[in-house]
């Protein structure tokens, strides 16, 4: 999809700070560690409703990966079950992004991010649900509050602490759809951070 190379290529992940960059290099590594090995990699974002922050994580990180031609599943879980919010969905789609709502209590989403690819499925579960691994995955949490709660992830080989900033604090306000692209923007240009520089 044309939109998305030009908004990928908008986006500038040498203007990361240091103390993000020393964040995400456990998860660089992890996937680089993966790659020589030759495994399977598989990524769960954490987060405590999987309502924002890990289905933009989820989303962004399998975007990424494709671009740059690497090979990996990404997930996203929480403690509790809630939905995707619709606040996130419309985010996406303010990204260019062609979704499909299908309605009810915990819709599915299905995110159409690049040509002959199956849709990206988003809703809210719990982070080790169906269709989520039980094994051999990194657990990256994506907020403080599943970290501190949930500090042991039953089959994770890997926990890695990447927290971001909750734009929930400015639903129903002027600032909204400004915070909820902001902090997608964010974790997009991590995203392209981390694997943009596996390919070195």
Known sequence: MDNTIRLINQLDSSKIENHREDLLKPLQDYISQKIKQKS?????????????????????????????????????????????????????????????????????????????????????????????????????????????KCPFISGAEKRISLPYEDPKAFDNTANEAIMYDKRSLEIATEMKYIFSGLLG
């Open 40 to 148: 399977q990699i598989n990524l769960n974002f954490i987060c405590t409703h999987n309502s924002r922050r890990s289905q933009l994580s989820q989303f962004w990180a399998k975007v990424m990966a494709d671009f740059y031609g690497l090979n990996i599943n990404s997930f996203s879980g929480g403690i509790e079950v809630t939905s995707c919010n619709e606040r996130t969905i419309a985010s996406i789609k303010r990204m260019g992004f062609e979704v499909n709502s299908p309605g009810g209590e915990n819709p599915h989403y299905k995110v159409n991010y690049s040509e002959g690819k199956l849709p990206l499925i988003l809703f809210s579960k719990i982070y080790d649900d169906t269709p989520n691994p039980k094994t051999h995955f990194a657990a990256v949490m994506s907020c403080t509050h599943a970290d501190e």
